[in-house]
């Protein structure tokens, strides 16, 4: 991230401060599909990774399920409410794309409503794999392009706030050529925060479109019109093989 970008984020988080409705104080992010798939792919006691973790809400919640959790985020202000929401959990001031921690530390590596952030994402990508053990995983969860900018098509400044939206192929593609395979996973409905997002664009309006949208069957959309993508990645050996052999060059 560019120190432009450290710097946005930082005054938004010192501004949000006093609003007790931000995401610093309330979870909205951790779908429960991705929770789905992060407990059957993982036994506890497995070690998590969190990138970007705001006010650490999410970590908690892995916690309470027995993974041993590092939480990291690029501000200092985000760790500081972290840090007294949940003290029993490891967070620091990081870098996601240039992270201090030896290679293979992790067993997964989780990164909810963040790639999209990034001016380069294939960087954090690649700070995955180096992370990551043999088969480790990271999980994503994103906005879906296609949806996003059909939301935001007239909302200033979002491409400053989201350079790097993807869609499937995208987002796959990226994973692909740094060695993971990947699977995208529906969800089965619109989670309170999209739905009131999306009634607060249409005014007067709003509740009957928050009823329509609560009712609506999302999980009946093929996954490249999912709003969100909920991406499950698998680092191949062949990658660890790959690091082995440019190593010893």
């Known amino acids: 991230m560019s120190d432009s970008a450290r710097e946005r984020y930082i005054e938004g988080h010192t501004r949000n401060l006093a609003d007790r409705s931000s995401y610093l104080y309330s979870d909205h992010s951790l779908a429960a599909e ?6 059957s792919c993982l036994d506890p006691g497995a070690k998590i990774l969190e990138v970007g973790c705001g006010g650490g809400h999410a970590a908690a919640v892995l916690a309470r399920l027995g993974f041993v959790v590092t939480a990291t985020d690029i501000s200092p202000v985000a760790i500081e409410v972290a ?7 490891d967070f620091a001031v990081a870098d996601a794309i240039d992270l201090k ?17 990034l001016e380069a ?11 990551l053990g043999p088969r480790g995983l990271f999980f994503i969860k994103t906005p879906n392009r296609l949806l996003h ?15 790097s939206v993807m869609s499937v192929k995208e987002l796959a593609g990226k994973l692909a050529t740094a060695g993971f395979d990947s699977r995208f996973v529906k969800t089965e409905s619109l989670p309170d925060y999209q739905i009131n997002k999306a009634a607060a664009k249409v005014g007067p309006l709003g509740a009957l479109a ?4 609560r009712w609506a069957p999302v999980v009946l959309l093929p996954v490249g019109l999912q709003p969100s993508l909920i991406c499950v990645a698998r680092r191949r ?11 010893g060059k």
């Open 83 to 89: 840090k007294k929401n949940y003290p029993h959990i």
């Open 237 to 247: 050996e062949a990658s660890a093989e790959n690091r082995e052999a440019e190593n």
């Open 34 to 39: 991705l929770l789905i798939e992060i407990k």
């Open 101 to 117: 921690y030896q290679d293979g530390s992790f067993d997964a590596i989780v990164a909810v409503e963040f790639i999209e952030h």
């Open 121 to 131: 994402p294939e960087r954090l990508i690649g700070e995955a794999d180096r992370l």
């Open 149 to 163: 900018d059909l939301y935001y098509r007239k909302t200033a400044n979002v491409s400053v706030w989201h350079p």
């Open 210 to 213: 928050k009823t329509v949208l």
